[in-house]
């Protein structure tokens, strides 16, 4: 089912935006000023017509509230969320919290899916969907919810408001864990990165293809979104050899990506629009910091700047 009818949208162009700059992030409660992310939508609104938010967080309050100041044309898939409510054993990096941070997690959680519904309904000429969630469900997740859980939040958020809602994790569990999820959500939303999966740049996008077509065939009467894919641009080798990562395979992996999402009607969220020095490790070559398509001063990368000149 093409997206354009399962989500009753027009055709368009989309990216996973996060806007933290350098000494700013979620954990230490230092966000973006409104300067900064009013700059951020207006390099945005020129390139994409679709952004993906992951948290009800002040952050994404001052999206939603500069958009409608400033009347720009941009529309956004909003997520909670959700922090582990059960111990993953099989994290490589964590995943185990004592008990009671467990049941703050359960707390924390169900404020994240009522302000979710709040702000759906606040914001309804913007927000045009809804995510319960974020790669909680995978077998490596640090914050690892139990399907029945997600169940039960899809259920919940539904109840409360009119978009279509969905919940977002890597391709592998929509194979089989996440069927019963299946049932309930009104599109599926995948996640696929070959070069987190070991492929160089020449076999990426045939990866791409195999992983989303696995699951639109599998799931032929439902929408199928994929709300993360791209390319990073450094790394320390941890997970991603330092071979497989420049400007030049992000930009070759963007521009054959977004041309088949074009030819196929495939709502695709391009992961990222702007690096983010928060995430991963102190190491500055870790590779969770370098998937923007701008570095964090907003200057653009390879791919934008290439973008550019044919456009003009």
């Known amino acids: 089912m093409k997206y354009t009818e399962g989500l009753n949208i027009v055709k368009g162009r989309a990216v996973c935006y996060s806007g933290f700059r350098e000494g700013q992030s979620p954990d230490l ?49 909003l997520g909670a969320y959700i922090h582990a409510e059960k111990n993953n054993f099989g994290c490589p990096w964590g995943g185990v919290y004592s008990e009671e941070i467990l049941e703050n997690n359960k707390k924390r959680n169900l404020t994240q899916i009522k302000t979710l519904i709040a702000w759906a309904n606040d914001y309804p000429d913007i927000v045009f969907a809804l995510s319960a969630g974020n790669e909680a469900t995978v077998d490596w997740s640090g914050n690892y919810v139990p399907v029945s859980k997600v169940i039960e939040y899809v259920k ?19 194979l089989d864990k996440l069927k019963p999820l299946v049932d309930v959500v009104d599109f599926i939303s995948i996640h696929t990165y070959p070069v987190w999966e070991y492929k160089n740049i020449h076999d990426a996008l045939i990866y791409t293809k195999e992983n989303y077509y696995a699951i639109a065939n599998k799931y032929p009467n ?46 695709t969220f391009v992961f990222e629009a702007f690096d983010e020095p928060w995430k991963g490790s102190n190491e500055a070559l870790e590779p969770e910091k370098h998937w923007g398509l701008y570095k964090v001063d907003r200057t653009p990368k390879l791919v934008i700047k290439e973008r550019c000149l044919i456009i003009s």
């Open 156 to 174: 919940m958020i539904k109840a409360g408001v009119q978009q279509p809602v969905t919940f977002c994790e890597n391709y592998v569990p929509w």
């Open 29 to 77: 409660g230092i966000f973006p000023t409104y300067e900064e992310v009013k700059e951020d939508l207006y390099i945005i609104k020129d390139q994409w017509d679709y952004i993906r938010m992951y948290d009800c967080d002040m952050h994404s309050k001052t999206v939603l509230q500069i958009i409608r100041e400033e009347n720009l044309p941009i529309k956004v898939l």
């Open 222 to 267: 439902k929408p199928v979104v994929i709300t993360e894919a791209g390319w990073a641009t450094n790394s320390n080798g941890r997970g991603i050899c330092q071979s497989n990562v420049s400007e030049e395979f992000q930009a070759i992996y963007y521009n054959e990506l977004v041309n088949w999402s074009d030819e196929d009607e495939i709502l």
